[in-house]
């Protein structure tokens, strides 16, 4: 089983940027997509953007779209969340996710495999 453990949250002002990293370890050969998701204060766990572990190929949500961008290095099996042109309704704490099947890329109940999160606070 994989494990995943993110960093690289924190309080930035608004427009501000951030880099969010989840490093796997443990088996990750079968994994199939990575994926990023949030939960601000009071809401329910939303889908950010996940990302094929092999083929690299994204998927983002509409409230991200343009602003954040999913990356992955193999070598170092970890994806990363660059997070630009923060908005204060970014503030969450933010999980990453791993799943090894290759359906339902945006459902939180398909990924097996969770980390702790990391808050991001946007804030001035």
């Known amino acids: 089983q994989v494990q995943l453990a993110e960093s690289g949250g924190g309080l930035v002002p608004p427009g501000d940027s951030l880099l969010l990293s989840c490093a796997a370890s443990g088996v990750t050969f079968s994994v199939y997509h990575m994926a990023w998701f949030r939960q601000g204060p009071g809401k329910e766990r939303e889908f950010v953007g996940s990302?094929?572990?092999?083929?690299?190929?994204?998927l983002y949500a509409d409230s991200v779209k343009g602003r954040f961008t999913i990356s992955r290095d193999g070598a170092k099996n970890t994806v990363y969340l660059q997070m630009n042109t923060l908005k204060p309704e970014d503030t969450a704490v933010y999980y990453c996710?791993?799943?090894?099947?290759?359906?339902?890329?945006?459902?939180?109940?398909?990924?097996?495999?969770w980390g702790q999160g990391t808050q991001v606070t946007v804030s001035s």
């Open positions: 990302v094929t572990w092999r083929g690299g190929t994204t």
């Open positions: 996710a791993a799943k090894y099947s290759a359906v339902a890329p945006t459902r939180a109940d398909a990924y097996t495999r």
